[in-house]
């Protein structure tokens, strides 16, 4: 069993930021990739970023050049440095490890 818990989210004027964290706790060998998805109203979920063990990372077109996703490994955790937000990023957002999900943050971009 993997815990996942997001924290973090919150109300944000467009061109803000925000930085969300996931904390991993429970039985887990070794943290291989671990990513953050969003799902706006009436979307479908989407992958916005992700990074493996070894400090590779992936990030959607849509926030390239805005987010940032690391980890610290020592601590079990994974961030989202969120930058330039814009409206279209308001949704909640997800962390996710190997099939485990956490409960959601909600990020609201609005003026």
């Known amino acids: 069993q993997v815990q996942l818990v997001e924290s973090g989210g919150g109300l944000v004027q467009p061109g803000g930021s925000l930085r969300l964290s996931c904390a991993a706790s429970?039985?887990?060998?070794?943290?291989?990739?671990m990513g953050w998805y969003r799902r706006a109203p009436r979307k479908q979920r989407e992958l916005v970023a992700a990074?493996?063990?070894?400090?590779?990372?992936n990030y959607a077109d849509s926030v390239k050049g805005r987010f940032t996703i690391s980890r610290d490994i020592a601590k079990n955790t994974v961030y989202l440095q969120m930058n330039s937000l814009k409206p279209e990023d308001t949704a909640v957002y997800y962390c996710?490890?190997?099939?485990?999900w956490g409960q959601g943050t909600q990020v609201t971009v609005s003026s």
């Open positions: 996710h490890y190997s099939g485990y």
């Open positions: 429970g039985s887990f060998f070794r943290l291989n990739v």
């Open positions: 990074i493996t063990s070894g400090g590779s990372t």
